[in-house]
């Protein structure tokens, strides 16, 4: 009895602290999509690893070329961006739509 009580009050404990973390990428809890980003590896190659962002979040460091980052957010409007690790380069934030179908970000380089 006394090992039951200790489940019952360890699984409460457990399931009432995992109800309090949010997504920073959907803090509404809202129908998500998957936005998938990666960095042109014809145009960027040399360009080295870059830091991608989704609303201002860090998401992921990836090389060009290689299969990138994809993450589950709410559907609708948001800002993407990337940054290089390396040299003074980088994109602006990008406004993007995700529908639930899910929605493929490719930057390349000038």
């Keep these: 009895m006394r090992n039951l009580l200790f489940f019952v ?35 960027c190659a040399g360009l080295g690893a870059v830091n ?4 201002g979040t860090a998401v992921g460091t990836v090389q060009p070329g290689d299969r990138g980052v994809t993450k589950d957010v709410a559907v609708g409007q948001h800002n993407v961006s990337g940054r290089s690790v ?24 000038s």
């Design 9 to 43: 009050i360890f699984g409460a404990i457990t399931v009432s602290g995992c109800g309090g973390k949010s997504n920073p990428l959907n803090p509404s809890d809202a129908t998500t999509g998957k936005l998938h980003l990666s960095v042109d590896g014809s145009t």
């Design 86 to 109: 390396v040299y003074d380069y980088g994109w602006t934030p990008n406004l993007v739509t995700v529908p639930e179908a899910g929605f493929q970000y490719l930057p390349y380089c």
């Design 52 to 55: 991608l962002f989704i609303d």
